[in-house]
């Protein structure tokens, strides 16, 4: 491999707007870090914005060339196994003599990215098919099938990468099962700015961050925090995150039993902020609490760590490789709603363990820095180059 490569990552970015999820926020950390980096000549970035109707390229120049090219993915395009995407990106690809390119995701990242022919690094963000069931877990027939088509998509694309980045133990085990294909596993980077948080703040603030979605399992948290008020009435739920597609009802659903609990004043639905205004949250709790169906790598378990946070959370998917029961937090089994309330209740009311676990989390965190991931990155394409 010589000096000088040009890199090409698909993934979902932040252009203009609050992070909105974790994949946003990994392209977002690793971006900055991996501009700063003299191998890198070029690198660009290819975004899908689902909420436009029309394809459009916004293209803005940034340190050692960044671009934006963000279009729609387009009716029928499952159908076509993503053929006008590939082929806007492939053409792109071609001008511009990419070395490489990254996909961020399994999904149509993936798709596209193998399909242009070049060589192609996934990182997984969870495990698509499943989260897709998990969603939908009674679709119709027109829907049944259209999942059936991309998980096919999806796993075909897969086996073609010529290596995949595992943020996980979870992700790796599974995906291992399906494909032949090298894994590396790197973890999440996170923004430097979290590891400046201080991790000593005893308030009685409890943190949920994340996307509103089902699989999150909010009307289970909620459900257990009516028992914790109880024990610690100066206690103080905050649920930050952007309502999920498709997830409308659910949300309603949250807000109808926060009123019906008679919580409005204790639970506060802070919605889609900004990066400034979720760091101002983690300095001001006390710990973060998720009790999700399936995670892969979650974001915000990580931002917690990096801000000197304990956290209790179910004990899902890579959830394990972030919390380590009794170091730096707690994990339960998912449907264990009293043993969750009785660790989120042990720690509002134990100082020193909240601050011993908080010590615990900060030191767990450090394989996260982004200057750290990006170097790992880097040798990730060096590999595959040198083949």
């Given at each position: 491999?010589?000096?000088?490569?040009?890199?090409?990552?698909?993934?979902?970015?932040?252009?203009?707007?609050?992070?909105?999820?974790?994949?946003?926020?990994?392209?977002?950390?690793?971006?900055?870090?991996?501009?700063?980096?003299?191998?890198?000549?070029?690198?660009?970035?290819?975004?899908?914005?689902?909420?436009?109707?029309?394809?459009?390229?916004?293209?803005?120049?940034?340190?050692?060339?960044?671009?934006?090219?963000?279009?729609?993915?387009g009716r029928f395009q499952l159908l076509t196994g993503y053929s006008?995407?590939?082929?806007?990106?492939?053409?792109?690809?071609?001008?511009?003599?990419?070395?490489?390119?990254?996909?961020?995701?399994?999904?149509?990242?993936?798709?596209?990215?193998?399909?242009?022919?070049?060589?192609?690094?996934?990182?997984?963000?969870?495990?698509?098919?499943?989260?897709?069931?998990?969603?939908?877990?009674?679709?119709?027939?027109?829907?049944?099938?259209?999942?059936n088509l991309a998980e096919t998509l999806d796993w075909r694309a897969?086996?073609?990468?010529?290596?995949?980045?595992?943020?996980?133990?979870?992700?790796?085990?599974?995906?291992?099962?399906?494909?032949?294909?090298?894994?590396?596993?790197?973890?999440?980077?996170?923004?430097?700015?979290?590891?400046?948080?201080?991790?000593?703040?005893?308030?009685?603030?409890?943190?949920?961050?994340?996307?509103?979605?089902?699989?999150?399992?909010?009307?289970?948290?909620?459900?257990?925090?009516?028992?914790?008020?109880?024990?610690?009435?100066?206690?103080?739920?905050?649920?930050?995150?952007?309502?999920?597609?498709?997830?409308?009802?659910?949300?309603?659903?949250?807000?109808?039993?926060?009123?019906?609990?008679?919580?409005?004043?204790?639970?506060?639905?802070?919605?889609?902020?900004?990066?400034?205004?979720?760091?101002?949250?983690?300095?001001?709790?006390?710990?973060?609490?998720?009790?999700?169906?399936?995670?892969?790598?979650?974001?915000?378990?990580?931002?917690?760590?990096?801000?000197?946070?304990?956290?209790?959370?179910?004990?899902?998917?890579?959830?394990?490789?972030?919390?380590?029961?009794?170091?730096?937090?707690?994990?339960?089994?998912?449907?264990?709603?009293?043993?969750?309330?009785?660790?989120?209740?042990l720690l509002l009311l134990d100082d020193q363990l909240c601050i011993?676990?908080?010590?615990?989390?900060?030191?767990?965190?450090?394989?996260?820095?982004?200057?750290?991931?990006?170097?790992?990155?880097?040798?990730?394409?060096?590999?595959?180059?040198?083949?």
């Amino acid at each position: 491999m010589t000096l000088g490569i040009k890199i090409l990552l698909i993934t979902q970015y932040p252009e203009g707007k609050p992070i909105y999820g974790g994949v946003e926020a990994v392209s977002k950390y690793l971006i900055d870090e991996l501009i700063k980096i003299n191998i890198i000549e070029e690198l660009h970035i290819v975004s899908w914005n689902i909420t436009q109707e029309n394809f459009l390229i916004n293209s803005i120049t940034k340190e050692k060339g960044v671009h934006f090219f963000i279009n729609n993915i387009g009716r029928f395009q499952l159908l076509t196994g993503y053929s006008k995407n590939t082929n806007i990106v492939k053409r792109f690809c071609d001008s511009r003599r990419i070395d490489l390119i990254h996909a961020q995701g399994m999904d149509r990242e993936n798709v596209v990215a193998t399909n242009t022919g070049y060589p192609t690094i996934t990182t997984i963000h969870g495990i698509v098919p499943f989260e897709r069931k998990l969603q939908t877990p009674h679709p119709s027939i027109p829907r049944k099938i259209r999942m059936n088509l991309a998980e096919t998509l999806d796993w075909r694309a897969l086996r073609k990468s010529k290596l995949i980045i595992s943020t996980s133990s979870y992700d790796r085990n599974v995906i291992s099962e399906k494909t032949y294909t090298e894994i590396v596993t790197i973890p999440n980077p996170i923004s430097p700015d979290f590891f400046s948080i201080n991790e000593s703040d005893l308030t009685k603030e409890i943190l949920f961050v994340g996307v509103i979605q089902k699989r999150k399992r909010i009307m289970e948290i909620i459900s257990a925090f009516k028992k914790i008020v109880i024990k610690v009435p100066d206690s103080i739920l905050k649920i930050i995150g952007p309502v999920g597609i498709g997830e409308a009802e659910y949300f309603n659903s949250i807000k109808e039993l926060i009123e019906q609990s008679k919580l409005q004043q204790k639970i506060k639905l802070l919605g889609h902020i900004s990066q400034e205004q979720l760091l101002e949250q983690y300095g001001k709790c006390r710990l973060l609490i998720m009790l999700s169906e399936e995670e892969t790598s979650p974001m915000s378990i990580a931002q917690a760590l990096a801000c000197g946070k304990p956290v209790i959370s179910s004990n899902v998917g890579g959830i394990t490789d972030l919390v380590v029961h009794m170091r730096n937090g707690f994990l339960v089994d998912k449907d264990d709603i009293d043993g969750f309330t009785n660790y989120i209740t042990l720690l509002l009311l134990d100082d020193q363990l909240c601050i011993a676990m908080g010590k615990e989390s900060k030191i767990l965190a450090n394989c996260r820095r982004p200057d750290v991931v990006a170097r790992q990155t880097i040798e990730a394409y060096s590999k595959v180059l040198s083949r």
